[in-house]
């Protein structure tokens, strides 16, 4: 072996399995897989942005223009994919909305990095200069960003229409927007500081299908979606003492597997009698605790429903476990585990309706907690659709009620920022300059594409939009109904600033991350040698990793 080192041939320390891409190659590999993610969520961004279906494995289908969804759902097998996908959910957990957003600026970032690399300048450059950039971008907007007053309802709703339009919910948006900051409002507390506190934990959304979406309502307090478990049972309870039970009210079953044999009738009945009275006890448990209704997470056997029905108690049983969560909190009650050891404390106090049109139960706390919004829709896709646009909508109505600062939407703020980069990138020495000045192209992705999805010629609106601030118009915007160039914080598109110092963050770290990458070592399969069957692809066909969606490279 030693003789044949001294040859120079070369030692091999990798399995055979194993695939390695260098240096140009694993650049070229990465930038493209993060290309294709970021292409492929691009035409959902904005207004009249479009949707994608998703049928997964099981044949299940998801009909959306959630960045975040789409990205999450999709058969993606590729390493450098699945860091962009990271950006679309840090997006979610931290702002609620702009996933798509954070998504395409990252893939523009990296598309323009793919220039100056080939104009030589080395990777440290270029990610310095998108750091320096990034810090300066989010000192800028909060220079931009207008301190409101929290208590401004018609901000707050111009703030949820604009989260909402262009998704499931933008046919209702004026109805849904109000039911959204009615919602917030019900769960702000403030701190001993004099800060806004939302506390989504207290907001429940349930779901129902058959009825439109203007239909959709909020109520104080939670929702069962269940039938009393016997037809003799009360339906409603006024000033009820309500037990939340998470035990079965059925005949204790062994351990183990036990036979029991019976010699004679007598035996047998003595044995049923036993479970009879076991079952008894426990409902004379509930009677002495002094409940009107029990909401049990588990089963309730037949014989035990027709005693409590006998003690005039309601009784539903498989209730949800988040639901009986939440009536914790709206009734303010403690989740009864082992029912001999409960006390009165245990139990909570509040009304208990019945909506027998919708079938539903409406439970209110003395002095609730919660608050349920119920959203209505026609088909299961439509409400599911609904839900994701309501839930975006809650968290930035919720993060600007917290944080107090908004910024004009439609591209404004982007192209705001690019030019003041511009200027910036002036201060900057060396090569880095370069790629300040790329990460202020990027951002001007977000204008381009809103006017491209709405059918408008996105150089024009470009231009235009930089003569507006060249001009000093901070404020102007792309408006894709108008198809003009105006104050968007006047037309009531509003957005929380943020959401965007987050999508801003977040794209360039993982643009910086995708570019710190020079050596790609894989245990197994890099999907390099598909490249001459599929079309694009990263070299070698590196897209074709991207598990059902192969060859994704090629929508660039």
Same mark, same amino acid.
């Given at each position: 072996m030693s003789q044949r080192m001294?040859?120079?041939?070369?030692?091999?320390?990798?399995?055979? $399995?194993?695939?390695?891409?260098?240096?140009?190659?694993?650049?070229?590999?990465?930038?493209?897989?993060?290309?294709?993610?970021?292409?492929?969520?691009?035409?959902?961004?904005?207004?009249?942005?479009?949707?994608?279906?998703?049928?997964?494995?099981?044949?299940?289908?998801?009909?959306?223009?959630?960045?975040?969804?789409?990205? /999450?759902?999709?058969?993606?097998?590729?390493?450098?994919?699945?860091?962009?996908?990271?950006?679309?959910?840090?997006?979610?957990?931290?702002?609620?909305?702009?996933?798509? #957003?954070?998504?395409?600026?990252?893939?523009?970032? =990296?598309? @323009?990095?793919?220039?100056?690399?080939?104009? /030589?300048?080395?990777? #440290?450059?270029?990610?310095?200069?998108?750091?320096?950039?990034?810090?300066?971008?989010?000192?800028?907007?909060?220079?931009?960003?207008? /301190?409101? $007053?929290?208590?401004?309802?018609?901000? =707050?709703?111009?703030?949820?229409?604009?989260?909402?339009?262009?998704?499931?919910?933008e046919v209702n948006k004026e109805h849904l927007s109000q039911l959204i900051v009615d919602a917030i409002r019900a769960v702000t507390v403030e701190s001993d500081d004099g800060e806004n506190v939302v506390d989504l934990e207290f907001l429940n959304i349930e779901t129902q299908t058959g009825r439109g979406a203007g239909e959709s309502d909020l109520l104080e307090g939670g929702i069962v979606d269940k039938d009393?478990?016997?037809? @003799?049972?009360?339906?409603?309870?006024? $000033?009820?003492?309500?037990?939340? *039970? @998470?035990?079965?009210? /059925?005949?204790?079953?062994?351990?183990?597997?036990?036979?029991?044999?019976?010699? $004679?009738?007598?035996?047998?009945?003595?044995?049923?009698?036993?479970?009879?009275?076991? *079952?008894?006890?426990?409902?004379?448990r509930i009677v002495d605790l002094g409940a009107d209704v029990v909401f049990c997470q588990k089963g309730i056997d037949d014989l035990a429903q027709h005693y409590l029905a006998k003690e005039g108690i309601l009784a539903v049983r498989r209730a949800k476990k988040s639901d009986l969560e939440f009536l914790k909190e709206v009734v303010d009650a403690s989740i009864v585990s082992d029912l001999p050891s409960a006390s009165e404390d245990d139990l909570g106090h509040g009304d208990v309706t019945r909506d027998e049109e919708d079938e539903l139960f409406y439970v209110e706390g003395d002095d609730a907690h919660g608050v349920t919004l119920l959203l209505r829709g026609s088909t299961d896709h439509v409400v599911d659709e609904l839900e994701r646009g309501v839930n975006d909508a809650l968290d930035v109505v919720a993060q600007t009620v917290s944080d107090g600062r908004v910024l004009a939407g439609g591209g404004a703020i982007e192209v705001e920022l690019a030019s003041r980069l511009r200027d910036y990138a002036d201060s900057v020495s060396g090569r880095e300059q370069l790629a300040v000045e790329a990460f202020a192209d990027s951002l001007e992705l977000v204008p381009r594409v809103l006017a491209e999805n709405a059918g408008l010629d996105s150089i024009d609106t470009l231009v235009d939009l930089r003569a507006a601030h060249d001009e000093g118009d901070v404020r102007a915007g792309l408006n894709v109904f108008s198809n003009s160039v105006e104050d968007t914080f006047e037309a009531g598109v509003v957005e929380p600033a943020h959401a965007k110092e987050q999508a801003v963050t977040s794209a360039s770290e993982a643009a910086n991350l995708v570019l710190k990458i020079d050596d790609i070592i894989s245990a197994g399969d890099l999907s390099t040698d598909k490249g001459d069957d599929e079309e694009g692809g990263a070299p070698g066909g590196g897209m074709g990793g991207m598990g059902g969606m192969g060859g994704m490279g090629g929508a660039m």
């Open positions: 001294q040859q120079g041939q070369p030692m091999i320390v990798m399995s055979e $399995d194993s695939q390695r891409v260098k240096d140009k190659d694993a650049q070229d590999y990465n930038i493209s897989a993060a290309r294709a993610v970021a292409e492929s969520v691009r035409s959902t961004l904005g207004p009249k942005g479009m949707d994608k279906m998703l049928v997964d494995s099981m044949g299940s289908v998801t009909i959306t223009n959630d960045g975040v969804t789409i990205l /999450e759902e999709m058969d993606i097998d590729n390493p450098t994919a699945e860091m962009i996908i990271e950006v679309a959910e840090t997006q979610e957990d931290e702002a609620g909305d702009g996933t798509t #957003t954070a998504v395409a600026i990252a893939g523009e970032l =990296l598309k @323009n990095a793919e220039d100056l690399l080939e104009q /030589e300048i080395h990777p #440290t450059a270029i990610i310095k200069g998108f750091h320096l950039a990034g810090e300066q971008a989010r000192t800028e907007i909060d220079d931009i960003a207008t /301190e409101v $007053d929290t208590d401004d309802e018609e901000l =707050l709703r111009s703030v949820a229409e604009t989260s909402m339009t262009g998704k499931g919910a009393p478990v016997h037809d @003799n049972m009360p339906v409603e309870a006024e $000033d009820a003492n309500i037990l939340l *039970l @998470n035990q079965p009210i /059925e005949v204790d079953e062994t351990d183990v597997d036990t036979e029991v044999s019976v010699t $004679d009738p007598d035996q047998l009945q003595q044995f049923l009698d036993r479970e009879e009275q076991q *079952l008894k006890d426990k409902v004379d």
